[in-house]
């Protein structure tokens, strides 16, 4: 009898199909994304382009090649041309069933293909029903870009439209964090380690804090992040995404379900946000940003309170945040640690920083610990010290995110994708504060967002790398 944690044996795609090839999404990341892994000899099936525009072949083979040739550090001319040949394009409108009729055509009969959905979200019930028509679900996988649903009822019924056509296990949610080296590296922190294994809990954990900081605005997406801010860019999904991998038991094995499951159970385990725990914030000058509207209220930033009912995280406040056109370019988890019953050799007015794990996934990704050691010389002070890699050791090794997805995907293998019941999960927490929330308070760009964000988290020791006040 082979062990619980055998590899399952899934076919491989034959064919894949990306929805949506004209888009920003392809251009920048999944353009490239198959350029690698036909460069690293992990493609080898034909690639079908489909959009709106009436595009020749020649048009595409430009996007394609602007594409890799901003992107990839060293444009090869021969494995282009050789990603080309296995390259084709149909165009037509995602609401009109010939459309698919079109695409079965260019497919062919492959038995497993897969199709890539980089398309709006209001599209994505209609590209399933159109591919059922003509048979395109059989045996297929149905890869879909967040966000999933605009809040719970919205998720509910998208996964009830595509569970019409495709299987769950067919369906492959992708959010791009996932793949993150630091992410995939968190499990190995969290089980690998037995050191880790008895702090990792409410008796010695006083807090955990999560900031996806970004420098820059909103720039030329005015109109879709006006659409959607970022509670729903980014927090209900990549944030709560790292909530679950930092919080879950440790699975039975190393197998996606029982991976999955665990994430599932801790994000079952979560309350939902109250209102007063909740900071929203707006970057001045967004409204002049194109396509946003003039009195928008939609949030740039986002900060709230998440609790736990169980009996590993309960009355362990977790501090996420959020947010455009703050001081840094950062994406980190500070697991801050509780103080001994009666530190010896810490003066009253001290104020030395607790012990605390950092994870950074942006722009590096690495883990540094801090903790206190004796300051050299004859008196017995204390003084903080922090280990971390070094420059050699830090960044992120291997495959760009979509990369790794889309390879996993091909495969068949998804444990790095999120599953139906953690995506309803996650609405569910935050579904209080999509139509129970405040105004926007508006921030200095270059800040860290509004001054109620610092009041949520300063009973707690404040945000890590913040001057309080």
């Not at 009969?109 to 029903?129: D, N, Q, R």
């Not at 939609?298 to 709230?304: D, I, K, L, M, Q």
Request: glycine letters at 8%; a negative charge; charged letters at 25%.
């Amino acid at each position: 009898m082979p062990p619980r944690s055998a590899p399952i044996d899934r076919p491989r795609s034959d064919c894949l199909v990306m929805l949506g090839i004209t888009g920003d999404l392809a251009k920048k990341k999944l353009i490239p994304a198959v350029y690698q892994l036909h460069r690293r000899g992990l493609l080898n099936i034909p690639v079908i382009g489909l959009a709106r525009p009436e595009w020749a072949l020649e048009d595409l083979r430009s996007h394609v090649r602007a594409s890799i040739e901003e992107s990839a550090e060293k444009f090869e001319e021969a494995e282009y041309e050789g990603l080309m040949a296995n390259f084709s394009y149909v165009a037509g409108d995602y609401n009109d069933l010939k459309t698919f009729a079109r695409l079965k055509t260019a497919v062919g009969h492959p038995e497993h293909p897969i199709f890539h959905m980089a398309i709006p979200p209001s599209m994505f019930a209609c590209v399933a029903t159109g591919l059922a028509s003509v048979g395109l679900n059989q045996g297929a996988r149905l890869v879909v870009e967040k966000p999933f649903g605009r809040d719970l009822a919205s998720a509910l019924e998208l996964n009830e439209i595509i569970h019409e056509h495709f299987d769950e296990s067919a369906v492959f949610r992708i959010d791009h964090f996932l793949g993150k080296e630091a992410m995939r590296s968190l499990l190995i922190t969290r089980f690998a380690n037995a050191i880790l294994e008895p702090l990792w809990r409410r008796t010695y954990v006083s807090s955990v804090k999560i900031t996806m900081a970004e420098s820059f605005g909103v720039e030329d997406r005015g109109a879709f992040y006006d659409s959607v801010g970022t509670l729903r860019d980014v927090m209900q999904n990549h944030l709560l995404q790292m909530v679950a991998l930092f919080a879950m038991e440790q699975p039975v094995n190393e197998t996606a379900d029982a991976l999955r499951d665990e994430k599932a159970k801790v994000l079952m385990a979560a309350r939902p946000v109250e209102p007063t725990h909740y900071v929203r914030g707006q970057y001045r000058g967004y409204r002049s940003v194109t396509g946003v509207a003039p009195e928008s209220d939609t949030e740039t930033f986002g900060a709230f309170r998440l609790d736990f009912d169980s009996p590993r995280w309960g009355g362990v406040p977790f501090f996420l945040r959020a947010g455009k056109s703050l001081a840094d370019t950062v994406t980190e988890m500070t697991i801050e640690f509780a103080p001994p019953p009666r530190p010896l050799w810490i003066s009253d007015g001290s104020h030395l920083p607790p012990n605390r794990i950092r994870i950074e996934a942006k722009p590096d990704s690495f883990t540094a610990l801090t903790w206190l050691r004796k300051t050299p010389g004859d008196e017995m002070i204390a003084q903080p010290i922090t280990l971390t890699p070094d420059l050699e050791h830090r960044g992120d090794i291997g495959p760009e995110p979509y990369e790794l997805l889309l390879a996993e995907a091909m495969e068949g293998d998804p444990t790095l994708f999120a599953r139906e019941d953690s995506i309803e999960e996650s609405w569910r927490i935050v579904e209080p504060i999509l139509t129970d929330y405040p105004r926007a308070i508006e921030y200095d760009r270059g800040s860290w967002g509004p001054a109620n964000a610092r009041k949520l988290a300063e009973h707690d020791g404040g945000w890590p790398g913040e001057p309080p006040g």
